[in-house]
């Protein structure tokens, strides 16, 4: 609860499966009111919110006016916000020099959105509460780079900067802004790789596997519920494949 006894909410963008759907149910558990946004997910969406006593909103963050109409959905049934979770990301592999614009593109409006999405969480609650935290979720490859995803891992890396920069306009508002960067995670986007790259993949991990979306979500839920001193930093959580 709230200093003013209010229930805490919170939003996941991209919550319904994976990374995001785990960082739901941590936040759940820790109290929080979930706002679950999906683009496509519905039924997942409904389910898990049904499951944390949650509230499924589709929209699809590269879209303004999706954002728009989110804040306003979020305005309406909750009327305050306490953690943004900007996890929604899209990739598009392949050689840079055989991609299209509209490849590009369609990676890099995720990022405008979270940014467009983040200034209004900001404007329209966090700064009227004089509190709130703000986590993105970007990736080991925005500091490491990797052949095949120049735009994702551009994408990410600017996630990161957003992070650092932004902590400093908020510095005095009470508002923390950070970064987790999880390393190869064993989702359904990393199933999709085939069992040679999987080999490949574990035997540069230090700890010798993939994480697990709950192992992401535990390092959410300190920093919505805890990390007090911690902003504008990165978070990595890679089994030891970057260490910075």
């Not at 999706?66 to 953690?83: E, P, T």
């Not at 709950?214 to 260490?243: P, W």
């Amino acid at each position: 609860m709230s200093e003013s006894g209010e229930a805490k909410w919170a939003l996941v963008t991209g919550g319904a499966k994976g990374i995001g759907a785990a960082c739901c149910r941590a936040l759940a558990k820790d109290g929080f009111k979930v706002i679950v946004n999906y683009r496509s997910s519905a039924a997942e969406a409904d389910a898990l919110a049904a499951e944390i006593g949650g509230v499924a909103v589709s929209g699809d963050v590269a879209s303004i006016e999706d954002d728009d109409a989110l804040i306003a959905k979020v305005k309406d049934v909750a009327g305050r916000l306490d953690v943004l979770v900007n996890n929604a990301g899209v990739n598009v592999n392949g050689p840079l020099m055989m991609m299209s614009i509209e490849d590009i593109d369609r990676v890099r409006n995720v990022t405008r959105g979270a940014l467009y999405l983040t200034k209004l969480v900001i404007r329209r609650f966090m700064f009227r509460q004089k509190s709130g935290r703000i986590i993105n979720i970007s990736s080991v490859v925005g500091s490491t780079g990797n052949a095949g995803q120049v735009p994702y891992t551009m994408e990410k890396a600017g996630i990161d900067a957003m992070s650092r920069s932004l902590c400093l306009e908020l510095q005095d508002r009470g508002i923390l802004v950070n970064s987790i960067a999880p390393g190869f995670i064993d989702t359904a986007m990393t199933q999709e790789l085939t069992p040679e790259i999987r080999d490949y993949v574990v035997k540069q991990i230090p700890l010798a596997r993939m994480g697990t979306a709950d192992e992401v979500a535990e390092v959410v839920s300190f920093l919505a519920t805890k990390g007090s001193y911690i902003t504008g930093s990165v978070i990595h959580v890679n089994g030891g494949l970057f260490r910075n």
